[in-house]
């Protein structure tokens, strides 16, 4: 047996049990235990004890998430009660100004209408380009993300919508009225491109509901969420884009 | 990110406080605090941690607000989530027991360490104290549980209601 260099300690054997011994210790420390019955008892009942545990608590990992658990609201709302906020804005500006009419429609100035503009504006610019639709391709998503995250002083993220069909394409900074904005945009197999603008401390911080515009002939789905104001844009239906809407939500939100 | 720390968020609260509902307002209130101090958490930086360093802070200071000492985990009326095998049962509920009766202090050591798997520098920045401190918690933990394992009849916690009415699933 090797000579320990130095004698093993109490604390050794925890670390012992808890892997955080570096392989050389470990080593020497599982050569001390070989020698030392007393010593194996003890590492033997703290493993025990930690498999113990560790069966205990496990299965809490895998129980479904309590509904109103994650969902950032100062309000405690549920997703139930905003999705019913949503749609009573979509009833109320589609029975005012005509569903079927099918026509554009403004909403009443509310907090984040500015943020709708910037969004509309941006998505109009920068869609079409062919050669330079972003600045940061979506192959380095990392740095995109670290950079934006960076200007912005806020952590960001961007949502994956692989399932709903759309690849992130890349992203962009921009200017917004009041500080930095930051662009998402993605391309589904058609062509067809969404985008997510996300500004930092909007005027109004705090959580809203989904609410709902068209501008520009794109339609945008916008909420504010702590630090952050999110307006997601794309020229489709409502309902397509509130699918892509909740997917995103659920990703940032919660 | 935050989502993906949450069910080690619960599984933590759960397994300090015991009772279900409970631990979920703690976590609720730890991601609400989160959320509203995203600009405090510097990107690259290990975000389990200040999560739980967020959810122990409240959890501290909701105890000190009550005025009471932390409830001791109550083996028998937690909230489980399932029961051990037939042939460990017996063994299982012993060390349940046990730890139940430890100190706080040593539960949360022992907590992060055996079943959260943190390292011994992320678990001492969590509980705000030395390295040290947090080995010496461990160590007294698990020695306290080895003794009650080893005369379970010393247990005066060791009653009859687990196998009736206190069972939840």
Known sequence: MTKPSEPVSEMDLHAFVDGQLDEARQREVAAHLAENPEAAARVAAYRTQKTALKAAFDPILKEPLPRQLGLPTASRRTLHARWAAAAAVLLVAGGVLGWQAGGMFTPAAAPGTAVVHQAAVAHAVFTPQKRHPVEVRGDEEAHLVTWLSNVLGAPLRAPRLVDAGYLLVGGRLLSATDGPAAQFMYEDKGGRRLTLYVVTDPAQRGKTAFRYAEEKGVAIFYWIDGPLGYALAGKMTREELLKLADAVYTQLGR | ?169
């Open chain 2, 1 to 169: 990110m935050i989502v993906d720390q949450i069910p080690h968020l619960r599984r933590y609260a759960r397994a300090l406080v015991g009772d279900r509902e409970q631990a979920d307002d703690l976590v609720q209130d730890c991601l609400e605090r989160a959320w509203s101090r995203m600009h405090l958490w510097r990107a690259g930086t290990n975000i389990r941690a200040w999560l739980f360093t967020i959810l122990h802070n409240l959890h501290i200071n909701a105890a000190r607000r009550h005025n009471s000492q932390p409830r001791s985990f109550d083996a028998a009326a937690a909230d489980l989530p399932v029961r051990p095998t037939q042939e460990d049962e017996l063994n299982v509920r012993d060390l349940w027991q046990a730890f139940g009766r430890l100190p706080e202090p040593q539960r949360a050591a022992i907590l992060l360490i055996s079943v959260e798997e943190m390292s011994y520098g992320d678990a001492a920045a969590v509980l705000d104290i030395p390295v040290g401190t947090l080995m010496s918690r461990i160590h007294r933990g698990r020695e306290r549980l080895r003794e009650l394992m080893a005369n379970p009849g010393d247990n005066p916690g060791n009653d009859t209601r687990t196998s009736q009415q206190g069972r939840k699933r």
